[in-house]
């Protein structure tokens, strides 16, 4: 088939996704002819952007060099977006754990500097799910995260951080006074900060090489709080129990 110069397609953003949707349905070693026939482009076209997506490690070239895979910045997409796997081994401990409290537990566990909900609570599900995976500076998990990434990977925005309550921490230096307190103790806390009349006790669940990959909350209504907090300790020997399972 033959392409007239004057070729008008889809937009640049638009030809990358094809491209790249096509390299994950051939799989490892799909070649520039297989897209441009499978996506009827230019080779001009085809070529500008493998050699972009390469450059942006969105695609990488196969040892050959007759082919292309997905790379490095496409995997970590995928690893994002993909729901934590969490073994029945676990979610049956944090299930008994469940068993003997009145108030909510949830694990939410971090991927790339974010959070993502991987077992949570069926009898209390969590009302502000949508506020505490986007700001983390008003959630106990978030805070338990933010506390072990360092600046270059904090997934804070530059500008003003979101006031969620009156009792958000949105004063940096206030909340980096917190974080540093929080790596000394260990666990984090949030007291109508993500949600009015509730409060969090989050405590890490840590990987083999001794960094926080996920954490376990306990919540309640914030008049409740220091019953959850009488509930920590039991709590931390729930997290020893999770963490083989989990990692």
Known sequence: MSHRSGYRGPSTVSN????????ARFGT???AKEITDALQMPPSTAYRMLNSLVGE???ARTSDLRGFAL????SGLITAATPPTVPTAARTVIEEFRSGTRFAVHLIMFRNASLRIADEDPDHPLHSAFEMLRYPHASAAGKLMLAEV????????RGPLMKLTPQTITDRRQLEEQLAEIRLTGEASEINELEQGSATLALPVRLPNGSVG???CLCSPSERFTTICEHAEAARELTSRLAPLLF
């Open 71 to 74: 790379g490095h910045a496409i």
């Open 150 to 157: 360092d600046d270059s990977a904090s997934p804070l925005p």
């Open 16 to 23: 990358s996704l094809r491209i790249l949707e096509i390299v």
């Open 214 to 216: 996920a954490a376990l």
């Open 29 to 31: 070693g799909t070649t």
């Open 57 to 59: 490690e969105h695609l």
